[in-house]
């Protein structure tokens, strides 16, 4: 079945630090991938997503792209703010399944001034 | 307005109780379902439903049911609450063409 793996946090960096979470997946098909962010006490806001390989998805200043051949979709910003601390999680949705979006268990980030 | 809307927002019931959380969408969406969040272990899909007559088990469905009782309501019920179905409870949509999904804001609920 489809899964997705992100590391584990938690995560600290201090504001401007460059940070990347990894995300590597296993799908039937061509699956959709995603971030999404949950900022402290609220709900899950679609941050990115890319739908074929090499796209690349951007927003707020985060960038993740669609590789293929590594089965990844690594998020990345290069000057962190103490605004983005949250909750990242990365998903995939893939017609072998519905459509249905899996998971993964979420990496909380934590941006100290 | 949200779009996607849950009620309520934070319940505590005791063990043993009934209890049912909403949702309703303004999207026009065809597609929900309801997922539960559990620190360290992500998001898990409980049910989901295609149409007003079409509602499939996720992979945690046990303890669990639904009702879709329009397109743009579909309700999650505890029928005997426990203790370890404490979590965040997510309603959500997507279009039938679009592989987009769009979340409520989230229902918090604790079984004591």
């Known amino acids: 079945g489809d899964s997705v793996t992100q590391m584990e946090g938690p995560v600290t960096l201090s504001e401007e630090a460059f940070l990347t979470i990894n995300c590597t997946y296993t799908a039937t098909g061509y699956p959709s991938l995603f971030w999404y962010v949950q900022y402290p006490g609220e709900g899950l806001q679609l941050l990115l997503k890319a739908t074929k390989a090499d796209d690349k998805g951007s927003n707020k200043g985060f960038e993740a792209t669609y590789r293929k051949e590594t089965t990844s979709f690594h998020l990345e910003k290069g000057s962190v703010q103490v605004s983005d601390s949250a909750v990242y999680f990365c998903?995939?949705?893939?017609?072998?399944?519905?459509?249905?979006?899996?998971f993964g268990k979420g990496t909380l980030l934590t941006v100290n001034p | 307005d949200a779009d996607v809307t849950q009620t309520p927002r934070n319940r505590i019931t005791k063990t043993g109780k009934r209890i049912m959380l909403e949702c309703s969408q303004t999207?026009?969406?065809?597609?929900m379902y309801w997922y539960r969040q559990d620190p360290g272990l992500g998001l898990r899909l409980i049910y989901y439903s295609f149409d007003v007559k079409d509602i499939n088990k996720g992979e945690i469905s046990d303890g669990y049911s639904v009702s879709r009782q329009a397109q743009a309501k579909f309700s999650l019920s505890l029928e005997s609450a426990i203790p370890n179905q404490t979590a965040l409870y997510f309603c959500a949509t997507r279009s039938r063409t679009g592989n987009t999904i769009y979340f409520g804001e989230g229902s918090w609920l604790t079984v004591v």
């Open positions: 999207k026009g969406h065809d597609r």
């Open positions: 998903a995939l949705s893939a017609l072998g399944s519905n459509y249905k979006l899996t």
